[in-house]
């Protein structure tokens, strides 16, 4: 049974860099063909993609955010971690890390982490 989990802070300030962490169990980050992501869900919106990163540790990112998200890894520690730059109150929302089943961005996930809610305010 894969299970991912989120960390990371509650409360950022504008301008600041929001960082957040994803830890898995139950499969390793560097299997073959797996694909992990980055999914967000802003109040009243549905959810928005953010970006993965690979088996290989190849990462690609949404279009609308690419300048200001990157996507890291830990393997010894089975991890990877978000990271968006100069953030807003527009970046509130509930950030999730999933599994994708078949690829980086084809948007279908088999194992969701629980979300965690990021607000921005100062």
């Known amino acids: 049974q894969v299970q991912l989990q989120e960390s990371g802070p509650g409360l950022v300030k504008p301008s600041q860099t929001l960082s957040l962490t994803c830890t898995i169990s139950?499969?390793?980050?560097?299997?073959?063909?797996?694909?992990w992501s980055w999914i967000r869900q802003v109040p009243g919106k549905g959810l928005e993609w953010m970006g993965s990163?690979?088996?290989?540790?190849?990462?690609v990112g949404s279009p609308s955010l690419k300048s200001l998200t990157s996507i890291s890894r830990d393997t010894s520690k089975n991890q990877f971690t978000l990271q968006l730059t100069s953030v807003t109150p527009e970046d509130t929302a509930v950030y999730y890390c999933?599994?994708?089943?078949?690829?980086?961005?084809?948007?279908?996930?088999?194992?969701w982490g629980q979300g965690t809610q990021v607000t921005v305010s100062s």
């Open positions: 999933a599994k994708a089943l078949n690829s980086a961005t084809e948007g279908v996930y088999d194992y």
């Open positions: 139950g499969e390793s980050i560097t299997t073959t063909y797996t694909y």
């Open positions: 990163i690979g088996y290989s540790g190849a990462t």
